[in-house]
């Protein structure tokens, strides 16, 4: 059989050669202010070597941000049992939210919601069906192994007592608040947070030696804006399950199926389809 001419034919072969060439990029990077078809092809890359990635590195680097992420509602609860009742506690406590993703993404750990954006974008540019079920079998190993991290931090802090009373309370509080939401407002938060994360993933590239403050801040709108994220979420759902305070059918059909739906609706339908849309000509031309 004769060997495929372009390989974006073949996958498993496919080696992450940018379609904007590499001098413009190295130009603009050393201005630190990059043309969006820059941002575009450094994103595609990486989002080229995630693709084809194996099984354990990214079961294993999912499970680790899934238990990292926990970080993040552990952190605002132990800023809400410290401070006091107030209608100006939320924007204080809500500070600790980003500690969890500063861990993540600092620590390159596999986030489901970074790849609606990082692994949608080469797809979108190949363009070749094959290339959207490798999104999927991604999406599919990185979801379910944060799910699992998330899981095991849950199970941890519900059982060992490890917290303390009064964070442990917040934890809880924290979590029932998120769950009393209706479905569809827990969609429609998912939206805004799914578009914060991509908006996230899209600035990092021109963010150098700055990503500390632009992960804290974009996090830390999705807390304070009290949106809905389906993995740190999900540590709060689960908790509330080993709790005894829910049970998986209102976690799965009130909370993350809807979250789900939402995150991906913000961070891939659209975010990254006008991303795509912006620099389509500038990246056909090249």
Known sequence: MAKPRDNQDNPLEHKATGSVSDEPIAVEVEHKRLRAAAVFDIIRREGDKELLRRFPALWWSGVAAGLSIGF????????????????????????GYSVGFLIVILGRQQLFTENTLTAVLPAMQHGKSVWWLILLRLWAIVLSANVVGCAIFAAFISYTGVLGTEVHDAVTEISTQMMQKPAIEKFLAGIMAGWLI?????????????????????????????????????????????????????????????TLIGNVTGGTVLFAVIAYAQVRDEIDET
């Open 72 to 95: 993040s509602v552990v952190a605002k609860a132990i800023l809400a049992a410290h401070l006091p009742e107030a209608s100006w506690t939320p924007l204080v406590d809500s500070a």
């Open 198 to 258: 991509a908006a996230l993933v899209w600035m990092l590239p021109s963010s150098e030696g700055n990503e500390f403050i632009v992960i804290t801040l974009m996090t830390y709108l999705i807390s304070a804006g009290d949106f809905t994220h389906v993995i740190a979420g999900s540590v709060e759902a689960l908790f509330l399950v080993f709790e005894g305070h829910t049970g998986m059918a209102a976690v799965v059909f009130s909370f993350f199926l809807p």
